[in-house]
């Protein structure tokens, strides 16, 4: 009886951790993955390593560049330079610091059965190097690998239409035109928050929502286009693009150089609000979709501590 009890135990244990682990890899019925991240930027093990001697003692680094976002990044659209160290006194020239990625990296995505597909992956190598002069005692050097990449986030909710938008007829709808909208973002360093919506008049409704850098303190946000370029003009820029939902005429206050739903806006301390007004042609008791998409440009990079010691 109690190996028969014991077994019973075992199989149910096995059967308990089978569905946790699919519940974990399955995303069926969600528009999106979601998370916060883009790529993921790491140096393959000792490479470089933590020492190396002053006197023939050649070592390389690779970085690795993972997909973790739902956004493809082509060929080439990734950039990554190292720093910290002077390319000639590691007998290299400054130019072969400095690679773009040579494979896609394609987005996580989700299947036709629901499960999570994870993102492409690419590695960099840098060319052999080798410290070029003698030292004392030892030096340390703050190697650092910085990517430069493009991205993008989707989001989607749903707004609530009313025949009746300002209640005058006391009839019961289907939905509250007065709310917070539920959204849903794509797995991006930069994602839509607080998305509200509420009445503005007879035929008309304004929504609003919130562009948040949602990465790390020290990762930057750039305009597209701007290959990571620190000028002013550049830095904390987002384009924004909102798909008209075909209810009338859609206008969006503060987007620049677009049109009435798409242009570019700037980031404050992280984040920006936008406002956009639609007037409704034929008003109806619907659930409504509405999109919004972003480009920017982003980067990140990562620190390792290099010290060159002396070779008796």
Same mark, same amino acid.
């Given at each position: =009886?109690k190996?028969a009890?014991?077994l019973?135990?075992v #199989?149910l244990?096995?059967?308990v951790?089978?569905?946790?682990k699919?519940?974990e890899?399955?995303?069926?019925g969600?528009a999106?993955?979601?998370?916060?991240? +883009?790529?993921a930027i790491?140096?393959l093990?000792?490479l470089?390593p933590?020492?190396v001697?002053?006197t023939?003692?050649p070592?390389?680094?690779?970085?690795?560049?993972e997909?973790?976002?739902e956004?493809?990044?082509p060929?080439?659209?990734a950039r990554?330079?190292?720093?910290?160290?002077?390319a000639?006194d590691?007998?290299l020239?400054?130019?072969?610091?400095l690679k773009?990625?040579?494979?896609?990296?394609?987005?996580?995505?989700?299947d036709?059965?629901?499960?999570?597909?994870?993102g +492409?992956?690419?590695?960099?190598?840098?060319?052999e =190097?080798?410290?070029a002069?003698?030292?004392?005692?030892s030096?340390?050097? $703050?190697?650092?690998?910085?990517?430069?990449?493009?991205?993008?986030?989707?989001?989607?909710g749903?707004?609530?239409?009313?025949?009746? #938008?300002r209640?005058v007829? +006391?009839?019961?709808?289907?939905c509250? $035109?007065n709310?917070?909208? $539920?959204a849903?973002?794509?797995?991006a360093?930069?994602?839509?928050?607080?998305i509200?919506q509420?009445?503005?008049?007879?035929n008309?409704?304004?929504?609003?929502f919130t562009?948040?850098q =949602?990465?790390t303190?020290?990762?930057?946000l750039?305009?597209?286009?701007s290959k990571c370029?620190?000028a002013?003009?550049?830095?904390?820029?987002?384009?924004?693009?909102?798909?008209?939902?075909?209810?009338g005429?859609?206008?969006c206050s503060?987007?620049?150089?677009?049109?009435?739903?798409?242009?570019y806006?700037?980031?404050f301390?992280?984040e920006?609000?936008?406002?956009?007004?639609?007037i409704?042609?034929? $008003? &109806?008791?619907?659930?409504?979709?509405?999109?919004v998409?972003?480009?920017?440009g982003?980067?990140?990079?990562?620190d390792?501590q290099?010290?060159?010691?002396?070779? &008796?």
């Amino acid at each position: =009886m109690k190996k028969a009890i014991t077994l019973f135990m075992v #199989l149910l244990l096995i059967f308990v951790a089978g569905c946790a682990k699919k519940t974990e890899t399955n995303a069926a019925g969600k528009a999106f993955v979601g998370g916060t991240q +883009g790529l993921a930027i790491s140096f393959l093990p000792n490479l470089p390593p933590t020492e190396v001697f002053d006197t023939d003692n050649p070592f390389s680094i690779s970085v690795k560049l993972e997909n973790k976002g739902e956004f493809d990044i082509p060929t080439g659209a990734a950039r990554v330079s190292i720093t910290g160290i002077r390319a000639e006194d590691f007998r290299l020239t400054s130019n072969s610091l400095l690679k773009s990625s040579e494979e896609d990296m394609g987005a996580v995505r989700i299947d036709a059965q629901g499960n999570i597909v994870a993102g +492409g992956y690419t590695t960099m190598d840098f060319p052999e =190097m080798n410290y070029a002069t003698k030292v004392s005692g030892s030096l340390s050097f $703050p190697v650092r690998a910085s990517v430069c990449y493009e991205y993008g986030t989707n989001a989607q909710g749903q707004l609530c239409v009313r025949k009746d #938008l300002r209640g005058v007829t +006391g009839q019961a709808s289907v939905c509250d $035109p007065n709310r917070q909208v $539920p959204a849903e973002n794509s797995g991006a360093p930069v994602q839509i928050t607080n998305i509200r919506q509420n009445v503005a008049g007879s035929n008309k409704i304004d929504f609003f929502f919130t562009i948040k850098q =949602m990465g790390t303190s020290v990762d930057s946000l750039f305009k597209k286009g701007s290959k990571c370029d620190s000028a002013l003009a550049n830095r904390d820029v987002v384009f924004v693009e909102v798909e008209d939902p075909g209810l009338g005429t859609l206008t969006c206050s503060g987007l620049k150089d677009g049109t009435a739903t798409s242009g570019y806006v700037t980031l404050f301390n992280g984040e920006r609000e936008v406002r956009c007004s639609q007037i409704i042609t034929n $008003p &109806e008791d619907v659930i409504t979709p509405v999109k919004v998409s972003l480009t920017y440009g982003y980067k990140q990079f990562i620190d390792v501590q290099l010290k060159v010691k002396h070779a &008796e």
